[in-house]
């Protein structure tokens, strides 16, 4: 059979791949569960661009609750209406693109075709673990210019984003840390080995978000949020007492249904917990550079999601481009992808300042 000749590809047949591409990244993002388009998501996804007076934009809206008590029996309606007041949300979009080249036909000894499937599997895990890295930085306040261990990035474009300079730390009262008995303001330079995650975090993480109103996910007519833990504090939490008395708990009530059971996502007191280990840790932060008083103590900012935590730019699939090197004996395969995100602020009107809109930031220690 011949090879594939790669010059002969049509714009549609490269349009193709490329879609191939970016679907089977979406497919292998972790945060691709959170994400959809309407508000109803920890992470909304934007995938049109906005006319504005200055261009086009892409941009989402918040909307603030109302504030106003109405009008009372026949008083006067017109007039006193109450004005939506809405913000504005501009996501900085950038291309990431990354490449893949052939050592040549007689170190292949492969086709064509084979080439281009293993380059678009290649690509696609590549695409899915940067946006997920780059979307729990973002969540988490970390600079780019971090992996999501704490160690220096080297030799990275990531921090060249144009998005990457949006990136901003947990605003005051959205950030927290937990000192293994109560919750307080984050000071990370006070953490200790005694700052262990306990059941009684989640519960008063959660009484702290409804106080503050941070906008709750609604299934089923009933308010959730998602809580991200890197493994270290998923499996500090069971071995809490109190957080395997809540657990078991909920098992009693699915049965053999229950995640105790399927190993699925644990639900406790309205928090859906999800492990992944690129939630930010600083155990591969150098000695002095980690948190507590001598910046020698491993920790991790564990993150409470309500609907709009993140907004994702998703411009479409992106652009496949196939390229010949070296009189012919080499392959190049290359996708960009036109994306952004942003960790939205709101001036919230319960706790009088402007506010990271919908994540609760909380330091603890981690083993």
Not at 106 to 133: H, P
Not at 170 to 193: A, E, W
Request: proline share 4%; net charge neutral.
């Amino acid at each position: 059979m011949a090879e594939t000749n790669f010059a002969a590809l049509t714009p549609q047949q490269k349009l193709n791949w490329a879609r191939e591409t970016w679907s089977a990244a979406r497919d292998q993002m972790f945060i691709s569960r959170f994400m959809g388009k309407g508000s109803n998501n920890v992470i909304q996804r934007i995938t049109e661009l906005t006319k504005t007076e200055k261009g086009e934009a892409c941009i989402f809206q918040l909307v603030a609750d109302l504030v106003g008590d109405g009008v009372t029996g026949d008083d006067e309606r017109e007039g006193n209406e109450e004005a939506m007041d809405s913000h504005s949300q501009i996501i900085t979009i950038d291309q990431l693109s990354h490449g893949v080249r052939s050592k040549g036909k007689m170190a292949e000894q492969r086709t064509v075709i084979n080439f281009r499937e293993e380059g678009r599997d290649k690509l696609s895990y590549w695409l899915a673990n940067r946006c997920d890295q780059a979307a729990f930085l973002t969540l988490s306040g970390i600079s780019y210019t971090f992996n999501n261990d704490g160690s220096p990035r080297v030799n990275s474009n990531l921090p060249n984003l144009e998005f990457a300079s949006d990136v901003s730390a947990p605003t005051g009262k959205r950030s927290l840390m937990f000192d293994g008995t109560s919750l307080q303001f984050s000071n990370t330079g006070s953490i200790t080995t005694a700052y262990v995650p306990k059941y009684t975090m989640i519960v008063d993480l959660i009484a702290y978000a409804k106080e503050h109103r941070v906008k709750p996910l609604m299934a089923g007519g009933k308010p959730y949020y998602v809580l991200f833990l890197a493994p270290g504090s998923l499996a500090a939490l069971k071995k809490d007492p109190d957080y395997q008395r809540a657990v078991v708990q909920v098992a009693a009530k699915a049965g053999m249904d229950s995640p105790w059971f399927t190993g699925a996502t644990v639900t406790v007191d309205g928090a859906v917990l999800h492990e992944h280990n690129l939630v930010y840790t600083t155990k591969g932060a150098a000695a002095g550079a980690k948190w507590g008083a001598g910046g020698n103590v491993n920790g991790t900012r564990s993150l409470l999601c309500g609907a709009q935590a993140l907004a994702m730019a998703d411009l479409g699939p992106g652009n496949w481009v196939e390229k010949l090197f070296d009189y012919d004996n080499k392959v190049g395969l290359n996708i960009d992808k036109i994306l952004g995100m942003l960790k939205p602020k709101f001036p919230s009107i319960y706790d009088k300042s402007t506010e990271d809109f919908g994540v609760v930031a909380v330091d603890h220690y981690l083993q």
